[in-house]
Nanobody
Framework: QVQLQESGPGLVKPSQTLSLTCTVS??????????WSWIRQPPGKGLEWMGA???????YYSPSLKSHTSISRDTSKNQFSLQLSSVTPEDTAVYYC???????????WGKGTLVTVSS
């Protein structure tokens, strides 16, 4: 059973870069056909898919966030990470990492971590 755990600061100042890491256990991020995604949910709003990194390192991003989003991975630590630059208070959300076989498949989820953007 794949398990995911998000980690990172809970408070980020406006204009700074939000950085989160997802640690994966029970499976390898290099397992064929798996995609590793970041999703967020602002308070009172729906889920927003942000992007994903494929098992071979290929990346995909939401067009609306592509200009200031980067997803990378560390295969030695079985982790993948999210960086969101130039954040504003509108980026305040619960951030989730998730995975599944195929882009858009989200069979496994982390518990989520709240990130607040505030000065």
């Amino acid at each position: 059973q794949v398990q995911l755990q998000e980690s990172g600061p809970g408070l980020v100042k406006p204009s700074q870069t939000l950085s989160l890491t997802c640690t994966v256990s029970g499976g390898s991020i290099t397992t064929m056909y798996y995609y590793w995604s970041w999703i967020r949910q602002p308070p009172g709003k729906g889920l927003e898919w942000m992007g994903a990194i494929r098992y071979d390192g290929g990346t995909y991003y939401s067009p609306s966030l592509k200009s200031h989003t980067s997803i990378s991975r560390d295969t030695s630590k079985n982790q993948f990470s999210l960086q969101l630059s130039s954040v504003t208070p509108e980026d305040t959300a619960v951030y989730y990492c998730a995975s599944g076989t195929g882009l858009g498949s989200l069979a496994y989820w982390g518990k989520g971590t709240l990130v607040t953007v505030s000065s």
